[in-house]
């Protein structure tokens, strides 16, 4: 069973600082890694993806991808109130999984004012 | 429009219902996802569709079937509803050749 990690939190932070997230994975084979964010009670929203051959910087958001450790980050700058939701990570899967996404269970991110 | 709508968005049932919850996408999109989300649990794959004739199982599929009735639509049934079957449902689709899924707006779906 491929698994993806995260830390539940609550990650708290103040208003303008970083927030960084994290995820681990299971499957070396791994080759697409995906941030999703999600307000309470609405759908996950793509965010960020990156592909194993680079990190990604779009805007207040970078996703970097540390291979040689199965760990992927996000890190928003200038982080805002409106911040604040919970942060899926995804990953695809390797061979014939290669179209499914394992997902972690999400960080719960608080941006205080 | 939304690219990718579900039906109903909220729908309160009884044990031993049939119900079926509807997937429809604009995007174009070839593949077609099923997942449900608990608290606690994270997002688990229930079904997912490359095309009208490839239909597969993912992790959790048993209690559920689905149908692909074109490339737009993929219907989630529960034959017989379960109160541990209370959960928010969400379809997704993925564009071609590609991995990344884009989310419908999804169903809260409660089984007394």
């Known amino acids: 069973q491929k698994e993806v990690e995260q830390n539940s939190g609550p990650l708290s932070v103040p208003e303008g600082a970083i927030a960084s997230l994290n995820c681990t994975y299971s499957?070396?084979?791994?080759?697409?890694f995906f941030w999703y964010r999600q307000y309470s009670g609405k759908s996950p929203e793509l965010i960020m993806f990156?592909?194993?051959?680079g990190d990604k910087e779009d805007g207040r958001f970078t996703a970097q991808l540390n291979k040689a450790s199965q760990y992927v980050s996000l890190l928003i700058r200038d982080s805002q109130p409106s911040d604040s939701a919970t942060y899926l990570c995804a990953v695809n899967g390797s061979g014939g999984s290669n179209y499914k996404l394992t997902f972690g269970k999400g960080t719960l991110l608080t941006v205080n004012p | 429009d939304a690219d990718v709508t579900q039906t109903p968005r909220n729908r309160i049932t009884k044990t031993g219902k049939r119900i079926m919850l509807e997937c429809s996408q604009t995007k174009g999109h070839d593949r077609m996802y099923w997942y449900r989300q608990d608290p606690g649990l994270g997002l688990r794959l229930i079904y997912y569709s490359f095309d009208v004739k490839d239909i597969n199982k993912g992790e959790i599929s048993d209690g559920y079937s689905v149908s692909r009735q074109a490339q737009a639509k993929f219907s989630l049934s529960l034959e017989s509803a379960i109160p541990n079957q209370t959960a928010l449902y969400f379809c997704?689709?993925?564009?071609?050749?590609?991995?990344?899924?884009?989310f419908g707006p999804g169903t809260r779906l409660t089984v007394l």
């Open positions: 499957d070396r084979g791994s080759q697409s």
């Open positions: 997704a689709t993925s564009p071609p050749g590609a991995n990344e899924q884009f």
């Open positions: 990156i592909y194993s051959n």
